[in-house]
Structure formats: C-alpha cells, structure tokens
C-alpha cells in the first residue's frame, strides 16, 4: 500500500461492524461502512482470509466508503448444514481492524412470495419486522416447522404449543421472547393524575383520557381496571390489545359522574398491564361560595379587601361585620356576579392608638363575620384577620 502524507490530527480508522455472520442456502450479499473519526484523510485496503468471502472495494481512498460482501458457499466448498470461519483484516491509514467472520450453509431455506429468503429464526424476526401478515401466515405452516428442525431449534414443543395459539400475533411475540430475539414490550403512561372540579349545581358527566404508549413494536394485552371499583368512574375499555396502538401509542377514555359521588371529594386509581402502571384520577366538588382575604395580615394603618368567588350559578347578597370598629367598610351590603371584591380599611381609634403606646401591643386579633344569601340558601363565614406593627 503506497503511503500518502500523513496530516495533524492523524486518521482514525472506524467500522460500524465488529463480526459477519452469515447464514444462507446458496449465496448472500451485505455493506458495511468505513469512516474516518480523526484528521487528516483516510486510505486503505482489505484483505479477505475466509473462503468464498469477497469485498468489493479491496482499496479504497476517501474519509467515507461502503464496502460491499457477497460469500458464495459454492466457492467455499461447503456442504448443507456445514459452516465456515475466518476473518478479514482491514489496515489503513488510520489504524487496523480484524473483523471474524462465520458463514454458514443452511440445510433448507424457505424463500416468500415476496422474494425474501429465510434460513433461521433471526431471518424470520426480520421479516415480521416489515411484513407482519406474511410472518403470521409463515408462522403455522409445515414448512416453519422443518425449518426450525433443521436448524435444531430446542424449543421445538413449546413452539408447538405456542403455533395452536388462535391470536398469531401473541404466540409469534412469545415466541421472539423465546428466543432471545426480543424483551417484552413494556407500558408507559403520561398524565399519572388527572383532576376534575365540579360547581356544587353541575351534576353533568366528566370525561378524561390518558395515554399509553409502549416501547416496541411487539404485542400487547393489558388489563384495564380500578382499584376501588368506585361506581362513579366508567371506562371506555378494560383490555388493551396491540389494535389499539397506532405509531406505539393508545388513549383510554373514561368519564367521571358527580351524581354518584356524596362528598366534596373522591380519588380513584385506573390500573393498567401486569406492571400495574396507574393514572391517579381525582375529583372535588367545588363549595358555594369561597371568601378570602388578600393578605395574611395586616398594618395598623392598611386597606385590605375580601376576594369572592361564587360558585352557585345565581347572584347572591353578601352582608359583612367585623364586632372590632378598626376594621371599617364602606358599606355593609353587596351584591355579588360569579366573582366579587369587598375593601376595607384598618384604621384604629384615637382610644386604642392610645391603649398601644401604653401597653406595647405587638399584634391584634379579630374576625369578619359574612353572610351570603340566595332564594332558599344562606352560608356564614368567619374570617380571621390580624393587625399589629410589622
């Protein structure tokens, strides 16, 4: 190999394979890829020790090359069911590579309609991957069954068994996990809890949904159920199968019923997969009428204001009273929308200005008294308020 100027950073020799093993009734072709990782600018040959395997290009110069292979197993002398070892070493520029290979002469190859040919359990793996239909056809027929004689599968009575198996999609899935070919597909769920609120008159149906989404391409049936079984929660489904996923993802609808729900709150947990995955789902019933207070406390010179939501669906009238005559509204009435906002001021007697000088009071203590009215309803409110010098 004629040796070119090497430049600062050196070449740095990289093969995206580190071994070949090949199986096949006749002949069988691939590619793998050379690049260079370093500097500088990579150049090299391959020199091929493993009969019947050849490479095409031997030489090459450029930071990028495609290698194609082809093993004849007519040229490596080899009989059905024989095999071969060998390697190929690559040197250049960059740095060396050894690369073994193992070429094997299948005893029977089963070629598809679509012109795919299948020596082992691997190759079948392959062609589920894009042609799912086909696989399951492929997959209970005698032909399948030779194959896996042939080739001294030693699960051969569990595949027996799996192959009766009326749903091929869960008997090829277990069968891939068999045989080392894949893990079981797992569940993931997004949006673990989901929460409701309800206005104390609103009794319509709620609905939620969440998403499922898994981690392969292999099947799925997964239980679907509550933990509490609590009436008010329906699902849409309680199974989930590998039909529902489209692009590894499914949604699970349910609805929630405020009517079969007593109390102000509820919590449910929806459980999927043997994993027991599980979406928290929880509800509250909101209460007539909130009242609060903008501040946690107040200055003795202040103005604050009472913050009003109402969740009755009607208008309501609001009357306020504080028994301390340093909490001071301007009004005592007030008709109140869905929201409202009542001020006030904190303005203390000349009397009680006095009395804290005298007595050095740090804070304190009072309450607003409210009631609110509708036709037919009345709710009472004690707010706590606090005033000192902070």
Not at 34 to 58: Q, S
Request: charged residues 25%; proline residues 4%.
């Amino acid at each position: 190999m004629k040796l070119h100027a090497l430049e600062h950073p050196l070449p740095r020799l990289t093969v995206d394979i580190s071994s070949l093993s090949i199986e096949t009734k006749n002949t069988f072709s691939g590619k793998f890829y050379i690049k260079n990782t370093g500097g500088g600018k990579l150049f090299g040959e391959i020199l091929t020790r493993c009969p019947g395997l050849t490479v095409n290009p031997a030489k090459w110069d450029g930071n990028r090359q495609t290698i194609e292979y082809t093993w004849d197993a007519k040229e490596a002398g080899l009989s059905s069911g024989e095999f071969v070892e060998g390697r190929f070493f690559i040197t250049s520029s960059g740095g060396e590579s050894e690369i073994p290979v193992t070429a094997k002469l299948a005893k029977m190859v089963i070629n598809t309609p679509c012109g795919r040919a299948i020596a082992n359990i691997q190759d079948f793996y392959d062609f589920a991957m894009v042609n799912l239909s086909g696989a399951k056809k492929l997959f209970t027929e005698s032909d399948f069954y030779m194959l896996l004689m042939a080739t001294g599968y030693k699960y051969l009575e569990v595949y027996e068994s799996l192959h009766k198996d009326a749903n091929r999609e869960r008997a090829m899935d277990n069968f891939f996990i068999l045989s080392g070919l894949k893990g079981r597909t797992k569940l993931t769920l997004t949006g673990k809890t989901i929460e409701f609120q309800s206005k104390p008159y609103e009794d319509d149906l709620l609905y939620g949904r969440f998403k499922i989404d898994k981690d392969s391409s292999g099947y799925v049936e997964a239980m679907i159920d509550t933990e509490g079984g609590s009436p008010w929660l329906t699902l849409s489904k309680n199974r989930l199968t590998s039909a529902d996923f489209e692009n590894n993802s499914a949604f699970v609808n349910f609805s929630v019923n405020p009517l079969k729900i007593e109390s102000s709150y509820a919590r449910e947990l929806i459980r999927v997969g043997e994993n027991l995955e599980t979406v928290d789902v929880i509800f509250r019933r909101l209460p007539p009428v909130i009242f609060k207070l903008n501040k946690d406390s107040y200055k003795y010179e202040d103005t604050g204001s009472i913050h009003i939501i109402n969740n009755t669906g009607a208008n309501i009238q609001t009357e306020v009273f504080c028994p301390d005559g340093y909490i001071r509204f301007s009004a005592r009435r007030y008709a109140v929308g869905s929201f409202g906002e009542i001020p006030f001021a904190v303005k203390l007697s000349p009397f009680l200005n006095a009395q804290k000088l005298f007595r050095k009071l740090p804070f304190m203590k009072t309450v607003i008294e409210i009631k609110a009215t509708q036709p037919g309803e009345a709710y009472r409110f004690k707010l706590p308020v606090i005033v000192g010098d902070w």
